[in-house]
């Protein structure tokens, strides 16, 4: 795997966060507990003294690990995050996986209109799928939550249009540019709490979490960050391997990103 410049990653990252809430009037950020958004948010609290200074989304289907659950209590209060839970229902959707496909975006659709946010920060990276590829660090949605992915617009934040010319949303992705290892690397160098899936118990740990649904361990015997580094610097195996709706055909996933999934 790649290894990158964290001091650059990190200087862009914060430069994109400041920008965005800057620019736009009422920004959120969605947290899942996973090792991105969480180094997202302590990139945030570098960017502004130490707080992150916007309402941080859970969109929850009742079915995620205990142990996210306990990490999400326990960082809420240890970085006196302002949390906002949204539920979201179960039930049979287009994707095929009810629990964590479009539903979710159901429960946010909901949300956004009853909050009136006009931006959200989001953790994707383009190196996890391919059609995350096709992203931009600030993508518009329209007010019906899709994104035109075949029709993006020049990677220039410097000429990115003003929030007058759209009548949905943005999507602000800060990480779009680091890859795995680089999200561990940061980790340990700026000793960011982590859920403790992460870690091998038995043989096994998880490397890309969703809930108790749709994600499964890989054998491993990283016990510890540094275990984790020393494995991707070598492994061959795709990040995303245990997460069953990347085993689907890519047009599913092209499919639900362009309704607006996270």
Request: positive net charge; aromatic residues 8%.
């Given at each position: 795997m790649i290894k990158q410049d964290l001091n650059e990653l990190e200087e862009r990252s914060i430069f994109i966060m400041r920008e965005a809430k800057s620019k736009f009037k009422n920004v959120a950020a969605l947290w899942s507990m996973g090792k991105d958004s969480t180094t997202m948010l302590a990139l945030a609290r570098k960017a502004f003294l130490g707080k992150v200074p916007f309402p941080v989304i859970h969109i929850d289907n009742s079915i995620d690990f205990p142990e996210t659950y306990a990490f999400r209590e326990y960082l809420t209060k240890k970085w006196n995050l302002d949390l906002i839970v949204v539920k979201s229902e179960i039930k049979p959707e287009m994707s095929g996986f009810s629990c964590?496909?479009?539903?979710?975006?159901?429960?946010?659709?909901?949300?956004?209109?009853?909050?009136?946010?006009?931006?959200?920060?989001?953790?994707?990276?383009?190196?996890?799928?391919?059609?995350?590829?096709?992203?931009?660090?600030?993508?518009?949605?329209?007010?019906?939550?899709?994104?035109d992915y075949k029709n993006q617009r020049a990677e220039l934040w410097d000429d990115y249009a003003s929030k007058s010319d759209i009548k949905g949303h943005v999507r602000v992705h800060p990480l779009l540019d680091w890859n795995e290892l680089s999200v561990w690397e940061y980790i340990k160098k700026e000793k960011i709490p982590i859920n403790p899936l992460y870690y091998s118990r038995n043989g096994n740990?998880?490397?890309?979490?969703?809930?108790?649904?749709?994600?499964?361990?890989?054998?491993?015997?990283?016990?510890?960050i540094n275990d984790i580094i020393n494995e991707l610097e070598t492994t061959r195996s795709e990040e995303r391997a245990?997460?069953?709706?990347?085993?689907?055909?890519?047009?599913?996933?092209?499919?639900l990103r362009s309704l607006g999934y996270m």
């Open positions: 964590c496909g479009a539903n979710k975006t159901v429960a946010l659709k909901k949300l956004m209109k009853e909050r009136g946010f006009d931006a959200l920060i989001v953790s994707i990276r383009r190196d996890e799928h391919g059609i995350r590829a096709k992203e931009r660090y600030v993508s518009p949605r329209d007010v019906n939550f899709k994104w740990r998880y490397r890309s979490l969703g809930c108790t649904h749709c994600s499964s361990p890989h054998k491993s015997n990283a016990k510890n245990g997460r069953e709706q990347d085993k689907e055909k890519s047009y599913v996933m092209a499919k």
